[in-house]
């Protein structure tokens, strides 16, 4: 019998995009012969990996998992895509998802090769989270990937919510754990993008500062042109100023009203109950993809005018 070689191995999978083992498994099978490897892939898993690789995946799940490691605790939030929500909620994708939130939890691989090299085996599978990946990819029939990942090791207690498996958020806090848990319930509802106003990222007060300076140029160009005065130069700066700050406020966690009291504030319940939150992470499936929209209309359209063109 042929050896099989790591470079046939890796040949066969360039062509069909089937997991590692395989393809090994097709090679041995064949005696070496790349054809008949390929055309026993091709039986068992269809043509249907392939064709996934370059599809969307704007759905799928946040995954979530936290243990003590003795010197503090680790955990990992991760978002893992599929093409339609029908898939996200296939119980071999969940695991596959929640296994890799684990994984990341306790390797800390430093990206998502590093990820998919560590070792892992479910439903036939494996020796690595990729090669179940690439096999659920061609049992299933749609894409499937692993978009983003956050490590959190630094010794800071940690409490995490999911809302469902589309939204999740991971608090690093010292004090009170139910009272950090509403707050990471609260970052789910209010999603700001950082703990206090001075971290806000400056390109996102720039651009709020060009909507207020646009909307202000608006308003002024629009009292002219009725005949009305203007506001001074000196008004529309205090307006435009005024805008940023009130945008400030709705985006940063402590400034924001705490969705179970809207008496106080974030910083104010934290405080009430001697508890500081460090930082967090929010996770929104499919935040930030360019979804494909199909348009029904102009795909009958277009079969249409194919059909008479046939004709």
Do not use: W
């Not at 062509?15 to 041995?28: R, S």
């Not at 924001?256 to 009430?272: G, H, P």
């Not at 967090?280 to 005018?305: H, M, P, R, S």
């Amino acid at each position: 019998m042929a050896a099989i070689t790591a470079s046939m191995v890796a040949e066969l999978r360039g062509k069909t995009d089937a997991p590692m083992m395989e393809c090994k498994k097709a090679l041995t099978e064949a005696g070496g012969d790349m054809l008949k490897a390929e055309e026993l892939l091709r039986v068992k898993l269809g043509t249907k990996a392939g064709k996934a690789a370059s599809r969307i995946t704007a759905e799928g799940v946040v995954a979530c998992h936290i243990s003590d490691a003795g010197d503090g605790t680790r955990g990992a939030l991760i978002e893992v895509n599929s093409e339609t929500d029908f898939v996200s909620k296939n119980d071999s994708f969940i695991a596959l998802a929640r296994a890799a939130a684990e994984l990341v939890a306790r390797h800390r691989p430093a990206d998502i090769a590093a990820l998919g090299a560590l070792a892992y085996a479910q439903d036939g599978f494996g020796p690595t989270l990729e090669d179940v990946r690439r096999g659920l990819v061609g049992k299933i029939g749609e894409n499937m990937s692993f978009r983003r990942f956050e490590y959190f090791g630094s010794g800071d207690r940690l409490t995490s919510y999911l809302h469902g498996t589309r939204i999740g958020v991971v608090v690093a806090f010292d004090g009170d754990e139910t009272a950090a848990r509403d707050v990471a319930m609260h970052i789910a509802a209010m999603k700001p993008v950082a703990l206090t106003s001075a971290q806000v990222p400056a390109a996102l007060i720039d651009k709020e500062r060009a909507v207020a300076s646009a909307k202000a140029a608006e308003d002024k160009a629009r009292a002219e042109a009725e005949g009305r005065p203007g506001q001074s130069d000196e008004i529309v700066a205090k307006r435009i100023e005024g805008g940023v700050q009130k945008y400030l406020k709705e985006v940063a966690l402590f400034e924001q009203a705490f969705v179970k009291n809207d008496k106080q504030t974030v910083a104010q319940m934290l405080r009430a109950a001697g508890t500081t939150v460090k930082g967090f992470t929010l996770y929104v499936v499919g935040e930030g993809i360019e979804k494909k929209v199909d348009d029904f209309a102009a795909e009958v359209a277009a079969q249409v005018a194919a059909a008479k063109a046939a004709a």
